[in-house]
Structures are given as C-alpha cells and as structure tokens.
C-alpha cells in the first residue's frame, strides 16, 4: 500500500526537504579542486545539526557516512574519503537524506569541478532534465511506470542510458516506501498515482552503457565500461497538477 500524506504530515515533509536542499546548496558551493569528498561529509554534518535535522543515511544497512558522493564514474554511494581530492574536470553526485520530526526527505545533484567538458556538462544537463520531465508524471491518476518511461524516452533521446539496478522511492516515514520507482519501462503499469503520495524520483544516467558493479567496499557503485554518471534526486508530493519536490528551498 502506497501511504497518502496528511496536510500535517506534508509540511513536515517540507522541514526535511527543506534542510536537504539548504544542506546540498551548501555543498555544491564548497566544491573545487583540492576539496576532499570527506570535507564535504563535515560540512553536512554542521548543516544539518544546525537546522535541527538528523541524518537519515548514516546507519542505514550499515551505511558509514551523511552523504554519498559519487566521483566520475561512481554512480551512487560513494563513501566520502579524506583520499578522494576533487579535480578540476571532474563530476561529483552528492546524494544527502534527513529525517525532522519524523519525517524523511532525501534529495541529489551532481556539481562540475571547476570547468568540465562540454559534453560532460551535456550529461549533467540531460540528467537534470530527466528530474524534471518526470515531474509531470507523478500526477494523480497516472501510474508508477509513466514516470520511468518518460525519463528513459528522453534520456536515451539524448543518446545516454539510464542505469536499471537502482530505483526511486516511496519515502515519508522511512527513507524507503512503497512503491519502487524505475527510470525505465513501458507507461501505464504499476500503481494508480493519487494526490499526497510522496515519491523520491532520481534518475542515475550513464554517459556509456547502463550496467553497474559494485566495489569491494560493498557501497561504491560504478558504471561497468568506466564512463561517466550522473544523479539527480528530487522528494516529490504527488499533486493533481503533476509532482512538487519537497527537496527545495521556501525563501
Ligand atoms: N538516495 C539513495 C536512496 O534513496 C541513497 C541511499 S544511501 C544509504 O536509496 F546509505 F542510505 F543506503
Ligand atoms: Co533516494
């Protein structure tokens, strides 16, 4: 059962969503080559503690840090390291979960290093879209397999690939709900949609092909053939108009 959000409960969900975005937001201004991803992971644990919020990834299975912050060909859960210095032209996802009063909100975004690649920016520009043309699909009355498929039209549209071993999210009072929500599929299977439903929708795009491995550290996911990955995530209240993150900023 896919649980249906009070008005109460949504505007707890907007606490947590808005301390992920003002976390991210912190972090994406802090990075430059010669920052480390562990400079990262101190920097959301001030941020977080300042706003009153917990951290909803450390603990979680086992998981050792705030964040994961992905480098390059990372695709998700990348543990932050004092080892891993940021370089000019690289990409970083930093993907950051927080719970308030009971509430979860979960949020991603892949920053460039100093200057990147055209085409690398192509990536993150296309893996940002792909957020946002799934949006309208988290509308009343649409179905769970609506969102995936217009994320993967458009991302191999693009000439990418969206990466099928990791899906969105159901979220609210666990970091994990029901439903599971892929960035790939065929339209109009799954489960109807309905207003106050609170999905997490991140599409992970793969500049190469869309398989993954996992290293040894059992977290770090990679692609396959070493290109590059990028991940945006967005907690979205489902609305009659189409999906409303939760994940920004209200000011
Ligand atoms: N945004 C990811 C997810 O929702 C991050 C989970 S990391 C973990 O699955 F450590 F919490 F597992
Ligand atoms: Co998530």
């Known amino acids: 059962m896919i649980e249906v959000?009070?008005?109460?409960?949504?505007?707890r969900m907007e606490r947590a969503g808005e301390i992920v975005a003002r976390t991210l937001e912190a972090l994406k201004e802090m990075v430059a080559p010669g920052v480390s991803?562990?400079?990262?992971?101190?920097?959301?644990?001030?941020v977080i503690a300042e706003a009153g919020g917990?951290?909803?990834?450390?603990?979680?299975?086992?998981?050792?840090?705030?964040?994961?912050?992905?480098?390059?060909?990372?695709?998700?859960?990348?543990?932050?390291s004092k080892?891993?210095?940021?370089?000019?032209?690289?990409?970083?996802?930093?993907?950051?979960?927080?719970?308030?009063?009971?509430?979860?909100?979960?949020?991603?975004?892949?920053?460039?290093?100093?200057?990147?690649?055209?085409?690398?920016?192509r990536l993150l520009d296309v893996t940002k879209q792909a957020l946002a043309v799934a949006l309208p699909e988290a509308?009343?009355?649409?179905?769970?397999?609506?969102?995936?498929?217009?994320?993967?039209?458009?991302?191999?549209?693009?000439?990418?690939?969206?990466?099928?071993?990791?899906v969105g999210h159901?979220?609210?009072?666990?970091l994990h709900e029901e439903p599971q929500v892929p960035n790939f599929g065929k339209p109009g299977s799954g489960q109807r949609l309905k207003s106050g439903m609170t999905l997490a929708i991140e599409p992970m795009v793969n500049a190469g092909g869309f398989d993954v491995k996992v290293?040894?550290?059992?977290?770090?996911a990679v692609t396959a053939d070493g290109s590059l990955s990028a991940h945006f995530e967005h907690t979205v209240l489902v609305t009659a108009d189409g999906g409303r993150p939760l994940t920004i900023k209200k000011d």
Not at 37 to 46: G, I, S, W
Not at 62 to 79: K, L, M, R, T
Not at 98 to 104: I, T
């Open 54 to 80: 917990k951290p909803a990834f450390k603990g979680y299975r086992g998981y050792p840090a705030i964040i994961c912050s992905s480098v390059n060909d990372q695709v998700v859960h990348g543990i932050p």
């Open 170 to 174: 159901g979220i609210g009072k666990k």
């Open 215 to 220: 290293l040894d550290d059992g977290w770090t």
């Open 5 to 11: 959000r009070s008005e109460d409960e949504i505007r």
């Open 83 to 121: 080892k891993r210095v940021l370089r000019e032209g690289d990409i970083v996802s930093i993907d950051l979960g927080v719970v308030y009063d009971g509430f979860y909100g979960d949020a991603a975004l892949t920053v460039p290093v100093g200057n990147v690649d055209p085409e690398v920016q």
């Open 37 to 46: 991803t562990m400079d990262l992971e101190d920097r959301a644990e001030a």
């Open 139 to 166: 509308r009343e009355g649409a179905r769970v397999s609506d969102i995936g498929h217009a994320v993967q039209s458009y991302v191999e549209s693009e000439g990418f690939s969206v990466v099928r071993h990791f």
